[in-house]
T-cell receptor, first 112, second 114 residues
Framework: QKEVEQDPGPLSVPEGAIVSLNCTYS??????FMWYRQYSRKGPELLMY????GNKEDGRFTAQVDKSSKYISLFIRDSQPSDSATYLC????????????FGAGTQVVVTP | DSGVTQTPKHLITATGQRVTLRCSPR?????VYWYQQSLDQGLQFLIQ???????AKGNILERFSAQQFPDLHSELNLSSLELGDSALYFC?????????????FGPGTRLTVL
């Protein structure tokens, strides 16, 4: 079983809809949680960075972390065709230095 | 643009050969990380350097090695290349070394082994 599970999709939504993405993990030592966006095999772009549990909002993006359930989510409001990309969750703990454990990535397609 | 630069963008070589990938971190970042992304394995952590010293190691093959130089740029050396080494190789950087703080990724080097 992988440490981080993420549904690969694809997830297709109409323009303007809310995109809901999530990851589950098994390592309770994870404390730092990130979401990256990757366009067609380009370098991953950091979208959200959160520490421990709670919510964080940045523009159209909201990240949620529920450590008790080992579950993290990313919501994208008012989705645009330019949001079409692969979204990767990543996480690490202070016991693992900088080693990020990535999910498989979810491909999102926003249709006009 | 993340501020992390990688060269070359593309590399095509033959089995058994050796290549060197180069990474320059963002200004002020002391940590450099190397990741491999293949279609079947996803993004896999290879190795981390912090201010010139190796700090963490992932599933890096013995045929692969890395170093970080005094000017903080890093090189990843891949030798005795096999077809299965074909992948995207990303470098990332962060300010600190203890896994605290965001990691910013470069554009990657696409390696094709024929």
């Amino acid at each position: 079983q992988k440490e981080v599970e993420q549904d690969p999709g694809p997830l297709s939504v109409p323009e303007g809809a809310i995109v809901s993405l999530n990851c589950t993990y098994s390592n309770s030592a994870f404390q730092y949680f990130m979401w990256y966006r990757q366009y067609s095999r380009k370098g991953p772009e950091l979208l959200m960075y959160t520490y421990s549990s709670g919510n964080k909002e940045d523009g159209r993006f909201t990240a949620q972390v529920d450590k008790s359930s080992k579950y993290i989510s990313l919501f994208i409001r008012d989705s645009q065709p330019s949001d079409s990309a692969t979204y990767l969750c990543a996480m690490s703990g202070t016991d693992s230095w900088g080693k990020l454990q990535f999910g498989a990535g979810t491909q999102v397609v926003v249709t006009p | 643009d993340s501020g992390v630069t990688q060269t070359p963008k593309h590399l095509i070589t033959a089995t058994g050969q050796r290549v060197t990938l180069r990474c320059s971190p963002r200004s002020g970042d002391l940590s450099v990380y190397w990741y491999q992304q293949s279609l079947d394995q996803g993004l896999q952590f290879l190795i981390q350097y912090y201010n010139g010293e190796e700090r963490a190691k992932g599933n890096i093959l013995e045929r692969f090695s890395a170093q970080q130089f005094p000017d903080l740029h890093s090189e990843l050396n891949l030798s005795s290349l096999e077809l299965g080494d074909s992948a995207l190789y990303f470098c990332a950087s962060s300010q600190g070394g203890q896994g605290i703080g965001e990691q910013f990724f470069g554009p990657g080097t696409r390696l094709t082994v024929l």
